[in-house]
């Protein structure tokens, strides 16, 4: 067994285990085998670049364990996470008589991972599921915490459910068949949590670490995310600091049409965008903005929104932080030190008057601390 690092979510009855190793996708048979109670058919579903690198050594792995599984796999991308593809996946369930004691595999990257913990989550009601997340950015955050959802055309994530896996199992060696522009996305909220949470976990990644040294990286990112999860499962208090940059970043992925910049890029445009409202509005120290564009920038990331902000603020209304009248924004104190602060949109309106047109930076120019 190629385990590095276990991270336990404990949730009571519903508490399960991130395992994390290099190569550990050769042990994943035995692993998930003690889940299947029945001899209804494991559904994996997965989509068509996982399938063609990966497939291969999940099914061996699951014959050699005397797993039956049938692979549902789905087109790649953002643009494929909506509800037609959601039925797709009811579709491949009923076509393989998947009864309420059968398994879902999740086997993929964010997508893949939302999307079929929803359909597990509520096909005959709610069946088990497993994630396998592929890329850095489910493996440090989308495949922990039971957020599932699809697009709709109002807005990201806007239906969908909070169902928990029986268990993660996290091989970082896919990590070595991705693209660059992945592996960026992937760091972009690995720097989020170092925001938020960890000035030390920040600070590592302004000297970038190789992918080989990932799995450190991704138990961290588990680790903080685990705590903050069993504390408020349901996204009502703490757990909505993990949305830091994503108010901002959801809006740029809806405006750019869900195709043009993907998650962990706009991500990246709303930490800063955060970061400068923060502080102008003075609450938040001075200079964090420019650490941030810093880390973002030693991973090849662009840190500055190449579009006027003004678009984007009518669209926080669909976000599922806002209030009547305005959002709750996630900002820092500093780095490693997050909290939520409830904002007008004439009050963000105004915080960023003097634009983000081209390359017009917002350096900070007011008080704070």
Same mark, same amino acid.
């Given at each position: ?39 209804? /058919?494991?559904? !994996? @579903? *997965? +989509? =068509? ?6 497939? $291969? #050594? ?106 928990? /896996?029986?268990? !993660? @199992? *996290? +091989? =970082? ?6 693209? $660059? #522009? ?188």
């Amino acid at each position: 067994m190629k385990i590095e690092r276990s991270v336990e979510v404990g949730l009571a009855e519903r508490k399960y285990v991130i395992l994390i190793g290099r190569g550990i996708l050769e042990n994943a048979g035995d692993l998930i085998s003690p889940l299947c109670i029945s001899r209804s /058919p494991v559904a !994996v @579903v *997965t +989509d =068509t670049n996982v399938w063609r690198l990966w497939g $291969e #050594r999940l099914a061996s792995s699951l014959s050699e364990a005397g797993v039956a599984f049938e692979p549902i796999v789905s087109p790649a991308g953002e643009e494929n996470k909506t509800l037609g593809g959601l039925s797709c996946l009811y579709d491949g369930f009923a076509w393989m008589g998947l009864r309420r004691d059968g398994l879902v595999i999740a086997f993929g990257g964010g997508v893949v991972g939302d999307m079929a913990g929803f359909a597990a989550a509520t096909w005959m009601r709610g069946i088990r599921y497993v994630q396998i997340p592929t890329t850095l950015l489910a493996q440090v955050d989308s495949s922990v915490g039971g957020k599932t959802a699809v697009n709709l055309p109002q807005g990201k994530n806007l239906a969908g459910v909070f169902y928990q /896996p029986k268990l !993660v @199992v *996290t +091989d =970082t060696s896919t990590l070595e068949t991705l693209p $660059e #522009r992945e592996i960026r996305c992937g760091v972009s909220e690995v720097i989020k949590y170092g925001a938020i949470s960890s000035a030390n976990l920040f600070n590592k990644l302004l000297d970038r670490t190789p992918v080989g040294g990932m799995a450190e990286i991704a138990g961290e990112c588990c680790r903080i995310k685990s705590e903050i999860v069993e504390r408020d499962e349901l996204d009502s208090r703490r757990r909505m600091l993990l949305n830091f940059g994503h108010t901002f970043g959801h809006a740029i992925e809806k405006i750019s049409g869900f195709g043009e910049y993907r998650h962990g890029e706009a991500v990246a445009f709303g930490m800063v965008i955060a970061a400068v409202i923060g502080e102008r509005a003075g609450v938040t120290r001075p200079g964090t903005a420019d650490k941030i564009r810093k880390a973002l920038s030693a991973w090849g990331l662009d840190a500055d929104y190449p579009q006027d902000s003004a678009p984007l603020i009518p669209l926080l209304s669909a976000d599922k932080k806002s209030v009547e009248g305005g959002v709750r924004m996630i900002l820092l104190r500093r780095i490693g030190d997050a909290f939520v602060k409830r904002m007008s949109f004439s009050e963000i309106e105004a915080l960023l008057k003097p634009g983000m047109n081209g390359q017009t930076r917002l350096d900070f120019e007011g008080g704070g601390r």
